[in-house]
């Protein structure tokens, strides 16, 4: 008999960098070609970051500095897959599956759209889900922030059983 869930946790995310020259652009774990990247003290990849503090704020564990902080070298151009994988751990001992995620990015240039199949797939194995329990939708600041990327996730939760 398989379990019901228990409970429904609903979380969001949110992460913007600024894109400079000399850094890749990274988004949902997929390398874009660019001729500027986004700054941060890990590869800066907004869109994982949005969904790990989405995860972590559904699960009650705070944001991603607390786990992943800026401070330590650990993190030092870090690939935000590590970051994805970790909290997948956190979830799975606390018996919370993955039912969606939704998300958006917003970025002028270049345009997502050839590589969003690609990103749904590389964040869906980070995360152990299925590709169509991710969504991700790409829009642009209009020219009104030409130098940064922003990220935003909502993500939903379920307890597959009580916690002991």
Request: charged share 25%; hydrophobic share 40%; net charge negative.
């Amino acid at each position: 008999m398989e379990s019901q869930p228990s409970a429904l946790r609903c979380g969001i995310g949110y992460d913007t960098h600024r894109l400079v020259a000399g850094r890749k652009l990274v988004l949902g774990g997929v390398e874009i070609p660019s001729p500027r990247g986004l700054l941060g003290h890990s590869d800066g990849d907004v869109l994982s970051h949005a969904i790990v503090d989405a995860l972590l704020g559904a699960a009650g564990l705070g944001d991603m500095g607390r786990f992943f902080p800026d401070s330590d070298p650990r993190w030092k151009n870090a690939e935000s897959r590590i970051f994805l994988e970790t909290i997948r751990g956190l979830l799975a001992e606390r018996k919370l599956e993955i039912v969606n995620i939704d998300s958006v990015v917003v970025l002028d240039e270049p345009k997502l759209a050839p590589y969003m199949n690609q990103i749904k797939e590389s964040l869906a194995t980070s995360l152990g889900i299925a590709a169509e329990g991710v969504n991700v939708k790409a829009k642009t600041s209009e020219g009104t922030q030409t130098d940064l990327a922003v990220a935003q996730a909502v993500v939903l939760l379920a307890q597959s059983e009580p916690r002991a």
